[in-house]
């Protein structure tokens, strides 16, 4: 089978930390014999420009990869396009969170540009042949843009061999980290107010100083290589996000027997379920900071790999796999051209792409 997968997140040079969970999802599917092509649309460095000429570099992969499906890899705009006018091949899309649900916190420019993106999102999900959302409460977020048959929830993977225990204190004296302070974990994203850094600062504020202080440490522009040290250096993950689909880094802290802290949003109530060592807060900084203290004063790791094991990168791709399968094998509704026709973006499309991936 082979499959064209189109990104605008991607590990790059310039920005080796982004979409790392989209290349482990090719690198996945790739491990069970999918051909996987990879048509990364830098919206960064292009800016809207990128999707300008995203119709040509679509039509010539197709012409000589030759897909059996295209896998839009995000929601927005890029999807939008590709979907509407690419009839040619099954596409499906996922949707991450952000897609759908916007972003409520940034300022009113970007609040506008977000809700396009999540307008296109819906009708984008309305017209693909597949569509896959990482949370369960995503499906929601759909607002019954596709119907249940052809909706695959299906959170992206992790690598289980990367991302397993270590020993704290070697990891701790490998980072420079004092091995008697309590030392939190924040996973921010560049200052991203949807993270809500500043509810996790005063969380970690309010936390009892008798024990000695505890030390908040930003996973920011962290080489992925590095994530499983400082996961396993780290005593608690805090999470205070706005909305998220299905955080990975929650995950990989399950992975090596982190405990994580974390308010009620995307499916961490459902990962963290039956694990006495996590915990679920609203989003109060007095509350949080109680939970960070139930975790300090146990102090204790735990094992849950067997529990996450449907959620290692070998696991989803089968599940995605199994979903190209059925979307390839059983179409009937629609007729596809072996190649397309040339459409022009009109300038209302032109004008209206969002800085939103």
């Not at 420019?109 to 999102?121: D, L």
């Not at 984008?124 to 896959?132: D, F, I, P, Y």
């Not at 991302?163 to 008697?180: I, N, T, Y």
């Not at 993950?237 to 308010?263: D, F």
């Amino acid at each position: 089978m082979r499959i064209l997968a189109v990104t605008n997140m991607y590990p790059s040079d310039a920005f080796p930390g982004q979409g790392v969970f989209v290349q482990e999802q090719i690198k996945g599917l790739r491990s069970i014999g999918v051909e996987v092509r990879v048509l990364f649309v830098d919206r960064r460095r292009d800016g809207p420009t990128a999707y300008y000429r995203l119709r040509s570099k679509v039509g010539s992969a197709v012409s000589e990869f030759e897909p059996d499906a295209i896998h839009v890899m995000y929601g927005g705009v890029m999807a939008d396009q590709i979907v509407r006018r690419h009839h040619f091949r099954p596409v499906v899309v996922t949707f991450h969170g952000s897609d759908l649900l916007g972003e409520n916190l940034s300022g009113w420019a970007r609040k506008i540009i977000s809700r396009y993106g999540v307008y296109c999102s819906r009708r984008a999900a309305k017209a693909a042949e597949g569509v896959v959302v990482v949370a369960r409460h995503l499906v929601g977020a759909l607002n019954g843009a596709a119907t249940t048959d052809n909706v695959r929830v299906i959170p992206c993977g992790i690598d289980l061999e990367r991302f397993q225990p270590m020993d704290p204190l070697a990891c701790k004296h490998r980072l420079g980290w004092s091995p008697e302070s309590f030392h939190v974990l924040f996973a921010s994203s560049n200052g991203d107010h949807v993270k809500r850094p500043w509810l996790a600062k005063a969380a970690v504020a309010q936390m009892s100083h008798s024990d000695g202080p505890p030390e908040l440490h930003y996973l920011t522009s962290i080489p992925n290589a590095e994530v499983p040290v400082w996961l396993n250096a780290s005593d608690v993950l805090l999470l205070t996000s706005m909305h998220e689909g299905s955080p990975t880094i929650v995950k990989e802290a399950l992975a090596c027997g982190l405990p994580v802290v974390s308010v009620d949003v995307g499916d961490v109530a459902e990962r963290i379920e039956g694990i006495e060592e996590c915990h679920l807060a609203r989003p109060e900084p007095a509350e949080l900071a109680a939970k960070l203290c139930v975790v300090r004063q146990r102090g204790k790791r735990f094992d849950c790999r067997t529990q996450i094991k449907e959620l290692s990168i070998l696991s989803v791709a089968q599940k995605l796999k199994r979903f190209y399968e059925d979307i390839t094998s059983g179409r009937t509704s629609r007729q596809f051209l072996a190649s397309p026709e040339p459409l022009p973006i009109s300038g209302r499309d032109s004008a209206a792409i969002p800085s939103q991936p």
